[in-house]
C-alpha cells in the first residue's frame, strides 16, 4: 500500500513564502485520512461591535484540521464614514503582514482602532484544504448523430447516467483525492465615542470638518435637528453651510462640485435669538455662476418652543453612511469647584454619580462644559427625531421664519 505525502506543493510557493504550512498525507486506494466532501473554512471577528479603543481579534480554521495545507486571513475593505478603504491605500493599514497565514489555524489581531476608524472592517478567510469524492465508471450505450449505436465509458458520482445514455452496466467504484481552496467571509463593527481621545475643542473642530465633508456626499438626504439653548462654534459655521448649500473645487473655468443644502434642517430652542442671529434659517434656493441657476430647496426651520430646553446643545445629524449625535452640557460649579459656596453641601454620591459621565470637558464662568459626541450606523436618527417628538414639538412652538 502506497502513502502519498504533499509537503511542499511547488503551485503553492507564494503562499508558503507568507507563512507556515503543513504537510498532507493519504493513503490510496480508499484514502481513510481524507474525508468525504469538501471541508469548511470558518471566520470569526471579536468583538463583532468595538465601542472602545482596542482591536479585533480575527480567527480562522476549518472542519479538516489534518487534510489542511494553509489558513490564511486576508483584510479587504474598510467601509468608513466617508468612503471604503481598500488594502492597497498605504496611509491605511488595519493589519500587517496583509494576508496572514497559519497552519491549522490562524489568530490575528488589528492595528488599536481609533473613532476615525469607525465604520465596518471586512476580512476573508481562505483554506486551501484536501477531501475526498466517490466516482463510478459505467459502461453505456448511446445513439451518435447518424443514428449507429455507439458504447462509451461514463463517470458519475454514484448515479446511474441518464439520457441520452442507456443499457448501463457498472464497471467500478473508486475515490478520489480532491484538493482546492474554500474561503468564508466576515466583518467587524467599530463605533468609538470621540471625546475618548480628543479635548473638548478638538472635539467641535473635528466634527465640523466632518459635518462638512460628509455633506459634499449626502447632500439633500443630510437631516439635521436639534434642541439648543446654543450651537457652538465651529459646527455652527458648518451647520449653516449645510443648511444653506455651497459650491466647491470650482476650476479655473468656473465649472464647480455642487453640495445641495440639506434635506431638513430644524432648530428647537427656547433662545429664538440664536436662529437668526446664528445664520441657520434659509428656505429659498441653492443659486449661483455666471447666468444664475438655481438649484436645491433649502429647509432650514427653526421654532421657539418655551422653557422646555434643559441642555446646551443635542444635535442628531444622518449622514451619507453615518449618524452622529453631539451633546453638549452645562455642571453648575457647585459640582466640581471646591471654592464655590455650595460646595459642601452637595452630598459626594450625587457628585459622583454627576460627573462620572463627564469625558471631555472644559471649564468656563458658567460652568464645566460637558461634551459627547456618538457615531452610529446612519438609521437612528429618523427614529430618534420621531421618539423625541421633533415634528410635534416644532408645530407647538413659535417657527422661525
Known amino acids: 500500500m502506497r502513502r502519498i505525502m504533499l509537503p511542499l506543493l511547488s503551485f503553492l510557493g507564494l503562499a508558503l513564502a507568507q507563512g507556515t504550512t503543513c504537510s498532507v498525507s493519504y493513503t490510496p486506494p480508499n484514502y481513510p485520512e481524507l474525508p468525504v466532501g469538501r471541508p469548511q473554512v470558518y471566520l470569526t471577528v471579536s468583538p463583532t461591535a468595538l465601542a472602545s479603543p482596542g482591536s479585533f481579534t480575527v480567527r480562522a480554521w476549518t472542519s479538516s484540521p489534518s487534510t489542511t495545507a494553509w489558513v490564511r486571513i486576508r483584510w479587504t475593505r474598510s467601509e468608513l464614514a466617508l468612503g471604503n478603504v481598500e488594502p492597497w491605500n498605504p496611509i491605511y493599514t488595519l493589519l500587517s503582514p496583509n494576508p496572514v497565514q497559519g497552519c491549522p489555524e490562524v489568530q490575528v489581531s488589528t492595528r488599536s482602532l481609533s473613532f476615525r476608524d469607525n465604520g465596518f472592517h471586512n476580512f476573508v478567510a481562505e483554506a486551501f484544504v484536501y477531501w475526498k469524492e466517490w466516482r463510478v465508471d459505467w459502461s453505456c450505450q448511446y445513439k451518435d448523430q447518424s443514428g449507429n449505436v455507439q458504447t462509451t465509458t461514463v463517470t458519475t458520482s454514484g448515479h446511474m447516467p441518464g439520457y441520452p445514455y442507456y443499457n448501463c452496466r457498472q464497471l467500478r467504484g473508486y475515490w478520489v483525492p480532491l484538493s482546492g481552496t474554500v474561503s468564508t467571509s466576515g466583518r467587524g463593527a467599530a463605533y468609538l465615542t470621540w471625546e475618548r481621545e480628543l479635548s473638548y475643542d478638538e472635539v467641535l473642530n473635528e466634527f465640523a470638518t466632518r459635518l462638512v465633508e460628509d455633506h459634499k456626499r449626502a447632500t439633500a438626504s443630510m437631516l439635521a435637528y436639534a434642541y439648543a439653548k446654543e450651537i457652538p462654534e465651529p459646527v455652527r459655521g458648518a451647520l449653516a453651510r449645510v443648511a444653506q448649500g455651497y459650491f466647491y473645487d470650482c476650476n479655473w473655468l ?137 415634528d410635534p414639538m416644532f408645530q407647538r412652538g413659535r417657527q422661525y421664519p
Not at 445664520?279 to 432650514?300: D, E, H, K, M, P
Not at 434643559?310 to 444635535?315: D, G, P, V, Y
Not at 437612528?380 to 427625531?385: A, C, D, E, G, N
Open 254 to 390: 468656473g465649472i464647480c462640485q455642487r453640495a445641495d443644502p440639506a434635506g431638513e434642517v430644524k432648530i428647537l430652542t427656547d433662545v429664538p435669538s440664536i436662529l437668526y442671529g446664528y445664520g441657520l434659517l434659509y428656505t429659498g434656493r441653492l443659486c449661483g455662476g455666471f447666468i444664475s441657476f438655481c438649484f436645491g430647496q433649502q429647509n432650514s426651520r427653526g421654532a421657539d418652543i418655551g422653557p422646555k430646553v434643559e441642555i446646551k446643545t443635542f444635535l442628531m445629524v444622518k449622514g451619507w453612511r453615518h449618524d452622529y449625535l453631539l451633546m453638549d452640557r452645562v455642571i453648575p460649579r457647585k459640582y466640581y469647584d471646591p471654592s464655590d459656596p455650595e460646595y459642601p453641601a452637595v452630598p459626594q454620591d450625587e457628585r459622583n454619580q454627576v460627573l462620572q459621565g463627564c469625558q471631555t470637558y472644559k471649564d468656563t464662568p458658567e460652568g464645566r462644559r460637558c461634551l459627547a459626541l456618538v457615531e452610529t450606523p446612519t438609521g437612528l436618527v429618523p427614529t430618534l427625531k420621531t421618539l423625541l417628538m421633533i
